[in-house]
């Protein structure tokens, strides 16, 4: 987890940062509330990711030693559960992300992009039962 959650932030910040300037030019180049929408939730769950990741990782800080209240922070199940929000909300904003890019394109552009949706929908629920399997057997 002490590697997965800045690679989650990292990937979470530049979410972030892509969501925040599609929304701040479409706003002026749309009038479609529903692919505002998307975009402007797709910026949220990026950052709630990425502030879960921060928060966590200074709550696994080395200062909790010696049965200091770091111990229940440490516990692999609450970790496992933790990191598990943190990718689910990455995931959640690059699939609302990419379902607003794709709202208003032509039927083949949409097509193609509801299949990178199901792509990526397809690689995190593999990597997320891969990663489950992995903490259960400990």
């Known amino acids: 987890s002490r590697t997965i959650m800045p690679m989650l932030a990292a990937v979470g910040t530049f979410g972030a940062a892509v969501s925040f300037g599609t929304l701040f030019q479409a706003r002026s180049t749309t009038s479609n509330v529903t692919v505002l929408a998307l975009m402007a939730w797709a910026w949220t769950s990026f950052i709630f990711g990425v502030a879960l990741c921060i928060i966590w990782q200074v709550a696994l ?19 496992f559960g933790v990191l598990m929000m943190c990718c689910l909300s990455v995931f959640a904003g690059t699939l609302l992300l990419s379902l ?29 039962l891969r990663l489950t399997g992995t903490v259960w057997r400990r």
């Open 61 to 79: 800080a080395a200062d909790f030693r010696d049965g200091a209240p770091g111990r229940a922070f440490r516990h692999t199940l609450v970790i």
């Open 100 to 128: 607003s890019l794709v709202y208003d394109a032509a039927p083949a552009i949409r097509n193609a992009g509801f299949t990178a949706v199901f792509l990526i929908s397809t690689v995190t629920l593999i990597a997320g």
